[in-house]
């Protein structure tokens, strides 16, 4: 690894070169990807794959875990949202509002994640309650439940607010149940980004096959 502030030119490449020949004769792989080398920030295992392959290969074992976050306010932190929740390989990130978001943090991982836009919390509430998914909010509201001793259930919806507000009014009714991460600095709050990795890493501690 380069240290840190060393010129561009004395980094080290990202990802592999051209696939020396033979080719692997494998419908998942790029041509394009084999002939000119993946500079992608994905796994070995996906290297000079098309990304629609990846994608298919992702559906195959996603958790049954979705995401929201509100977008009132076209909040930054919705891409760290979506990078985590590819990470972690929820369901689905669903966005409440602006259909428009900063994709910047998501640093290109929306192409593997699945992405859901609801106009309002009101569309966003009967997609869930069509499919018996239980809302679960999290924010440290009075009366919020700490996340490490509260019930997860394996199939559900964790709603996010954003920077500085929180949940909304109509997300915060919404929720089955609201839960709270536990801190112990002086900070009154930790942004979206923060709290769906810490959230989505709960689940994966509680459900997942590690």
Do not use: K
Not at 70 to 82: L, M, R, T
Not at 139 to 152: C, F, K, V
Not at 154 to 170: H, I, K, R, V
Request: glycine letters at 8%; aromatic letters at 8%; proline letters at 8%.
């Amino acid at each position: 690894m380069a240290p840190v502030g060393a010129p561009e030119s004395e980094t080290e490449p990202v990802g592999v070169g051209p696939h020396p020949l033979p080719w692997p004769d494998d419908p998942r792989f790029d041509p394009a990807l084999l002939a000119g080398g993946d500079r992608r920030n994905v796994v070995d295992e996906y290297r000079y794959w098309s990304n629609e392959a990846i994608v298919a290969d992702l559906d195959t074992r996603r958790h049954p875990f979705h995401v929201a976050v509100e977008n009132w306010q076209h909040d930054f932190n919705i891409g760290a949202v979506v990078r985590n929740a590819n990470a972690f390989l929820a369901a689905e990130v669903h966005i409440i509002g602006r259909r428009r978001w900063n994709r910047r943090g998501a640093m290109v991982t929306d192409r593997y994640q699945h992405v859901r836009h609801h106009p309002a919390t009101s569309d966003l509430v009967t997609w869930c309650r069509e499919r018996d998914l239980p809302i679960i909010g999290i924010d440290n509201l009075p009366g919020s439940r700490p996340i490490q001793s509260a019930e997860l259930p394996t199939a559900c919806l964790m709603l996010f607010g954003q920077e500085g507000p929180g949940l909304s009014e109509e997300a915060r009714e919404a929720a089955d149940v609201v839960l709270h991460i536990p801190q112990f600095g002086s900070t009154r709050s930790i942004n979206a980004g923060v709290a769906s990795g810490v959230a989505m890493y709960e689940w994966i501690r509680r459900h997942a096959t590690l």
